[in-house]
């Protein structure tokens, strides 16, 4: 009889420990940041969010969005609670795995606490339905994103902290999922947004638009746009998929001037991908909105936004970010210059190409005069940009347009152009930081040395001495 003793002993203290768990061995709260040096509260701990499905409508007379977000989220830990980035609106019920949650508002935080716990691993679905008139925010460098209202609609933008204006969500760039978007729009009106047009119905005066996009996006360049549209389908050959999507939308004011750069789309398109490599989305195109909506183009996915019609440079700078923002997303508001320094390196490529300046000549004149055009120049190192409010300043774009022809200049052309067609091909669809990059520089050259690169170009205070 004894011999069997500490076997139920043992079966004893395994019960104990089931029934701790199932009564509680309680997860702790997500975190209502990521800790971005930048945007400390942008984003939560504690999830990480695979699928956004958005049912909203949008009445421009009074200005209101009301709708459900319904988050499909996996828990990186034991959560006993989470938070969600929602700034303005009025919350009207939340729901965890379908049973209402309690909730709380703090600042842009909505704070979640489901019925039960959440264990790590578990994927778990969220629902929000909310209303309320949303919010233009002012970034730290004054400019204006989130809800942008128009004379008959609105465009929405989002970077760097925008989305959160008009729908709730993990709004960090680390954070990218997929999107299904319903917009439901007086008929008179189109309503445009990222990946593609799967539906479009009309029903007592309301047309519903449903949009997909199928690969992973960051919420800051989630787009929406209301108005007087001109939708277009035609498609693009391209290397890797054959025939892809093309979807513009141009607003009816700007037509005539939008039609010049959009035939060339094609070309500038079979451009990219001959030096960035296969494009790495299911649709492309443009949003071509009134020249007011917005003081700034935007590379948001699929589609980039322009305030009026831009002109190629422009164009190719914001088609460039499909590959360097968008599919390879910065981990952190940090890596900015990994987005604009390609995106501008990205026009000095096509104006040699065009037969305009080499891109030893641009290097050179900024080397030389670019404080004439860019006082700031010189002001912080790409890296290290001072503080959010300078994270879209001349350091992050030309000097860090610099420091990708500092490694051209290195290494040479055919390898130059394997660094950028791998690196976009190592991270497709993912994250990457700056020490990702140099890492990956200094293992496709090894006999080189690019610390004096680093060094100088970026990390380096001041001006770095005469190349
Ligand atoms: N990323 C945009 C571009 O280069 C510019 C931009 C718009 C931006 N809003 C911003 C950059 C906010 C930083 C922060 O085309
Ligand atoms: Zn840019």
């Known amino acids: 009889m004894s011999r069997f003793a500490p076997r139920a002993l043992t079966v004893t203290s395994a019960l104990l420990v089931l029934s701790a768990c199932a009564g509680g061995v309680e997860g702790s709260p997500g975190g209502s940041g990521l800790r971005d040096p930048y945007f400390p509260r942008s984003g939560n701990g504690g999830y990480d969010v695979t699928h956004y499905?958005?049912?909203?409508?949008?009445?421009?007379?009074d200005r209101r969005l009301a709708g459900t977000a319904e988050i499909t989220a996996r828990a990186t830990q034991d959560l006993s609670a989470f938070d969600l980035d929602l700034k303005g609106m009025d919350v009207e019920r939340v729901e965890v795995e379908g049973e209402r949650a309690r909730w709380s508002r703090n600042g842009q935080e909505l704070v979640v606490r489901p019925h039960g716990d959440l264990t790590e691993n578990e994927t778990f679905r969220i629902t929000v339905r909310y209303s309320g008139t949303p919010q233009t925010i002012t970034d730290p460098?004054?400019?204006?994103?989130g809800w942008l209202p128009t004379a008959d609609g609105v465009l929405a933008l989002g970077e760097p902290t925008g989305s959160m204006a008009w729908f709730p969500g993990n709004h960090h760039p680390s954070d990218k999922a997929s999107y299904d978007l319903a917009i439901t729009v007086p008929e008179k009106l189109q309503a445009v947004s990222n990946g593609e047009l799967t539906h479009r119905s009309t029903r007592e005066g309301r047309t519903t638009f449903r949009w997909r996009t199928a690969e992973p996006m960051a919420g800051y360049v989630a787009m929406l746009a209301i108005g007087d549209y001109d939708i277009r389908r035609s498609t693009v050959a391209t290397e890797a998929d054959g025939e892809l999507p093309v979807h513009t939308a141009v607003v009816r004011s700007q037509s005539d001037s939008a039609r010049k750069v959009l035939d060339r789309l094609p070309e500038i398109m079979e451009w990219?991908?001959?030096?960035?490599?296969?494009?790495?989305?299911?649709s492309t195109g443009a949003v071509i909105a009134p020249r007011n909506a917005a003081a700034y183009a935007l590379e948001t996915q699929n589609r980039p936004v322009f305030p009026g019609a831009p002109d190629t440079k422009l164009f190719v700078h914001e088609l460039a970010h499909q590959w360097f923002g968008n599919s390879v997303t910065p981990k952190s508001w940090r890596d900015m210059w990994l987005n604009e320094g390609f995106a501008t390196y990205a026009e000095w490529l096509w104006r040699e190409d065009d037969g305009g300046d080499s891109a030893q000549e641009t290097f050179d004149a900024l080397y030389d005069h670019g404080e004439d055009e860019y006082e700031d120049l010189w002001s912080f190192p790409p890296a290290e940009p001072t503080s959010a409010a300078h994270i879209s300043d001349a350091p992050v774009y030309q000097r860090g347009a610099m420091v990708i022809h500092k490694i051209r200049q290195t290494v040479g052309d055919d390898?130059?152009?394997?660094?950028?067609?791998?690196?976009?091909?190592?991270?497709?669809?993912?994250n990457a930081d700056t020490a990702d990059f140099t890492a990956y520089v200094e293992k496709s050259a090894p006999d080189e040395d690019f610390d004096p690169i680093w060094q100088e170009w970026l990390y380096g205070d001041g001006k770095p001495a005469r190349p």
């Open 53 to 61: 499905a958005l049912d909203l409508a949008y009445t421009p007379d």
């Open 141 to 145: 460098d004054g400019s204006q994103e």
């Open 272 to 282: 990219a991908e001959y030096n960035f490599g296969p494009y790495p989305f299911s």
């Open 415 to 430: 390898a130059f152009y394997d660094i950028v067609q791998g690196w976009a091909a190592a991270h497709r669809h993912g």
